[in-house]
């Protein structure tokens, strides 16, 4: 009999559309090993919670429920998004788990088998992850187009070099569970999000990576970034790019390749700033000690001196983040 090696974290909020292709997706796995289906769900108002019972009723050992309360005084889709996860993650008792959003699927039912094997073998021991390429659809045009960099060859990336040039989307990676207890769940509380759950993983080793495509990103367009305010998203990823240099300062010089586009268009954004609408991040940017994410929303209230340093570093980041990367 088989048991339980990895654990699948799904994360829904009103997603009845799409929650049966994503458990399906699971469920049809064809593995020597056990495999344990973790359910968050947001609040969900629709349909989501009944669709995702019926399938435990299908399978109770297999998959489990974990409801977050959604307060509506704590209406910030990411915020919310990221302690979902992470409440998640206290539930993980595999060797290996990995994310799944509620609007994507695997599509391929050997993927679960073929990652663990590779991370499973001796000459991979320094890898943490083991990811491969995803499809992106565009559900209102049908258009598919890969996530990663189609050029990109199969074997190991190091951090170094995967934070400075490539992306691999989260819901193909599978991580080692040791990594859990090690990471800073306080300080990302609020942006445990694509690529600083990526990020914080490296800082342990190596990525594996495959360029099939297993996986499918599904791009609804009522998603967290692509529904959102340009300007929000801009100081979310901001504080991100402060939260790497926190968790990991020798990788500064990669962090600016990976952000260098947030300072350029934050200052191409800088004078529509407005700090009364950003009340929630500037708390935030205050509370992790983001600084240069809070200067931005602070722009405004800045003194002449303070924002030409600003500028100045932003045209520095920019400038430095071209050259390095072509090192």
Known sequence: MST?????????????????????????????????????????????????????AKYPDKIKLFSMNHDEDD?????????????????????????????????HELKLQKQVEILDAEDNKDCIACGHNTTKLYIKSGKTEP??????????????????????????LLFRSSIISQLDLKLMENSYNDNMITFSAIQFGNIYYIPEPWAVYVQTN????????????????????????????????????KFSYIWNELYK???????????????EASDKN??????????????????????LKTFMIVWSSKIFRRI
């Open 269 to 283: 954004m800088r004078n529509t700033i407005d700090p009364s609408k950003l009340e929630a991040y500037k708390i």
């Open 290 to 311: 983001c600084k240069n994410a809070y200067k931005w929303i602070m722009y405004p209230t800045l003194s002449k001196m303070q924002k030409q340093s600003l500028c």
């Open 147 to 172: 996530a990663t960099d189609p050029n990109l060859k199969e074997g190991k990336i190091d951090p170094c070099k995967y934070w400075k040039k490539h992306y691999i989307h989260t819901d193909s």
């Open 4 to 56: 339980d090696k990895v654990s699948v974290l799904v994360t829904f909020y009103n997603q009845e559309e799409y929650a049966d292709k994503a458990i399906e997706s699971i469920v049809s796995q064809k593995t020597d090993f056990g495999v344990k289906i973790l359910v968050g769900d947001d609040g969900s108002t629709d349909n989501t919670c009944n669709i995702v019972n019926n399938w435990i």
């Open 75 to 107: 209406c910030i889709p990411g915020f919310r998004a990221s302690r979902n996860r992470i409440n998640l993650l206290h539930h993980v008792d595999t060797e290996y788990f990995i994310f799944l959003d509620g609007d994507d699927y695997f599509d």
């Open 222 to 257: 009522d998603g967290i970034w692509t529904k959102g305010n340009q300007l929000i998203n801009l100081i979310r990823n901001m504080i991100f790019y402060d939260q790497s240099c926190i968790i990991n300062p020798s990788m500064r010089k990669e962090s600016m390749c």
